[in-house]
T-cell receptor, first 117, second 111 residues
Framework: EAQVTQNPRYLITVTGKKLTVTCSQN?????MSWYRQDPGLGLRQIYY???????DKGDVPEGYKVSRKEKRNFPLILESPSPNQTSLYFC????????????????FGDGTRLSIL | DQQVKQNSPSLSVQEGRISILNCDYT??????FLWYKKYPAEGPTFLIS?????DKNEDGRFTVFLNKSAKHLSLHIVPSQPGDSAVYFC??????????FGAGTILRVKS
């Protein structure tokens, strides 16, 4: 089954304790992206990756890191989490980047709810 | 400043009637628009899309209309079914690699 898998689904942790949210897709997609969803703000892009070893900042990258060493995996790293990073996070992937000429929609994982105390 | 706005946080519709969800945008460089549906505890799933060169796209019960001069798009669901109850996100693509999402509209279809 084609899917985007995020782990963990839920996490409660404390300020400053490094954490990683994993994301894996089995569709051989080149493009992957991380979003956070906050009430009244919709989904905002954190980072995206056009392909292996190619990553770039989205709208709200502060406090986050990503890596793309393999095509299928795109982990989100919070080196020193803070309470304002409490949110619902989604990983997404698509066959190609979202540029003109490519109308492949993004496929989303089921989300990771992070609470930073 | 939000470039994509869904001004109705929620909408309640009777089963069998039409649901109309609205979305306004400010960036005239958006070239592609999408609607996603999201159920609780799941990720958004793609519903329907429209290119900026078109004004209508239809897929079964779902139709998206685009009015470029007004920078407005809408999603029509006819007839509405209880299973359509979900959060609907409007999204717009900037030339490049980014989707910009609205805040979402909660649709409740009453049986």
């Amino acid at each position: 089954e084609a899917q985007v898998t995020q782990n963990p689904r839920y996490l409660i942790t404390v300020t400053g304790k490094k954490l990683t949210v994993t994301c894996s897709q089995n569709m051989n997609h080149e493009y992957m992206s991380w979003y956070r969803q906050d009430p009244g703000l919709g989904l905002r892009q954190i980072y995206y990756s056009m392909n292996v070893e190619v990553t770039d900042k989205g709208d709200v990258p502060e406090g986050y890191k990503v890596s793309r060493k393999e095509k299928r995996n795109f982990p989100l790293i919070l080196e020193s989490p803070s309470p304002n990073q409490t949110s619902l996070y989604f990983c997404a992937s698509s066959l190609l980047g979202q540029g003109a000429g490519n109308n492949q929609p993004q496929h989303f994982g089921d989300g990771t709810r992070l609470s930073i105390l | 400043d939000q470039q994509v706005k869904q001004n109705s946080p929620s909408l309640s519709v009777q089963e069998g009637r039409i649901s109309i969800l609205n979305c306004d945008y400010t960036n005239s460089m958006f070239d592609y628009f999408l609607w996603y549906k999201k159920y609780p505890a799941e990720g958004p799933t793609f519903l329907i899309s429209i290119s900026s060169i078109k004004d209508k796209n239809e897929d079964g019960r779902f139709t998206v209309f685009l009015n470029k001069s007004a920078k407005h798009l809408s999603l029509h669901i006819v007839p509405s079914q209880p299973g359509d109850s979900a959060v609907y996100f409007c999204a717009a693509r900037e030339y490049g690699n980014k989707l910009v999402f609205g805040a979402g509209t909660i649709l409740r279809v009453k049986s």
